[in-house]
Nanobody
């Protein structure tokens, strides 16, 4: 099973993008789904995570601007990104946490111009 992320691109500061991530098949035992990002020269960091129960957690830097969601009954995770800033520029990765281990998507590049 693979995770396919999409929705990245180039946007001006203040703009918005919606990232989506879908699994290519069934995944057993998902406990949470998340988005991470890695900017050039920096470590990968958590952006947002949503549990199976629907509780969410966000990095302080994106609170109030980003919203994570999942589609009911589907192995997907989405990230609505509003009021984008140049410092949001990074490769964004989706990740599914499962009882058997973690699955990572291939990453999608988000570039925010000033």
């Amino acid at each position: 099973v693979q995770l396919q992320a999409s929705g990245g691109g180039l946007v001006q500061a203040g703009g918005f993008l919606r990232l989506s991530c879908a699994a290519s098949g069934s995944i057993f035992g998902i406990t949470a789904r998340g988005w991470y990002r890695q900017a050039p020269g920096k470590q990968r960091e958590l952006v947002a995570v949503i549990s199976n129960g629907g509780s969410t957690n966000y990095a302080d830097s994106v609170k109030g601007r980003f919203t994570i969601s999942r589609d009911s009954g589907k192995n997907t995770v989405n990230l609505q990104m509003n009021s984008l800033k140049p410092e949001d520029t990074a490769v964004y990765y989706c990740k599914f946490h499962t009882i058997s281990g973690d699955l990572w998507g291939q990453g999608t590049l988000v570039t925010v111009s000033s």
